[in-house]
């Protein structure tokens, strides 16, 4: 069975500041991908990253930047100096090699206070 | 601009009512999928479609209903048969019907019961 946890429901952090959010999955799969996904107050989901199992390397986006370990089956995402509109929800998401379905986390709402 | 494109934003069901749900893409994408959000719970698949005349049954389909006569059109009819429609519906398409593509979603629409 695929699982995805974000035990994180809610964080508040002053502007500038770093913030980690977690993300931990559970699968039997030896190939899956993962993915990290924004939500504003809009309610479009936003892609922001896909990584697939054998790749292992941290990746880094302009302020953003994710450590995946499958040692931990973690898979989390920092962002450096947080602005104000990166208030959102974060969906970190699961899916299997081959298959259709993510499989999403309950979501981390974000708060950036200015 | 290419996109999806889900009608309404909003959208409001009587009792016994069946009302359907617009979602268009114009990225000439193969697989087209609907997803139900609940507040404070990731996204579950209803049903997706890999291919025109073609779909298949997501984790929550009972009191759902979908078509794809076009490939760039996925409508998702909320019957009467579904009986706590109040929710938070997202189209998605990707790339190829290969799977694992990465997903991108419309703006949502949002639905009430009168």
């Known amino acids: 069975a695929q699982k995805v946890t974000q035990a994180q429901t809610e964080i508040s952090v002053v502007e500038k500041e770093d913030v980690t959010l977690d993300c931990v999955y559970e699968?039997?799969?030896?190939?899956?991908?993962l993915f990290w996904y924004k939500q504003p107050p809009s309610g479009e989901l936003v892609f922001l990253i896909r990584?697939?199992?054998?790749?292992?390397q941290n990746e880094i986006s302009g302020r953003y930047s994710w450590n995946f370990q499958k040692s931990t089956s973690s898979f989390n995402f920092t962002i450096t100096a947080s602005q104000v509109v990166d208030s959102a929800v974060y969906f970190c998401?699961?899916?299997?090699?081959?298959?259709?379905?993510?499989?999403f986390g309950t979501g981390t709402r974000l708060t950036v206070i200015p | 601009d290419g996109g999806i494109t889900q009608s309404p934003k909003y959208l409001f069901r009587k009792e016994g009512q069946n009302v359907t749900l617009s979602c268009e893409q114009n990225?000439?994408?193969?697989?087209m999928y609907w997803y139900r959000q609940d507040p404070g719970q990731g996204l579950r698949l209803i049903y997706y479609?890999?291919?025109?005349?073609?779909?298949q049954k997501g984790d929550i389909a009972e009191g759902y209903s979908v078509s794809r006569e076009k490939k760039e059109s996925f409508p998702l009819t909320v019957t009467s048969a579904q009986k706590n429609p109040t929710a938070f519906y997202l189209c998605?398409?990707?790339?190829?019907?290969?799977?694992?593509?990465?997903?991108?979603f419309g703006p949502g629409t949002r639905l009430l019961v009168l």
């Open positions: 479609s890999q291919i025109v005349n073609d779909f």
């Open positions: 990584r697939n199992s054998f790749d292992e």
């Open positions: 990225l000439n994408h193969d697989a």
């Open positions: 998605a398409s990707s790339a190829r019907d290969s799977r694992s593509e990465t997903q991108y």
């Open positions: 998401a699961l899916s299997r090699a081959g298959a259709n379905n993510l499989f």
């Open positions: 699968t039997r799969d030896t190939t899956y991908y």
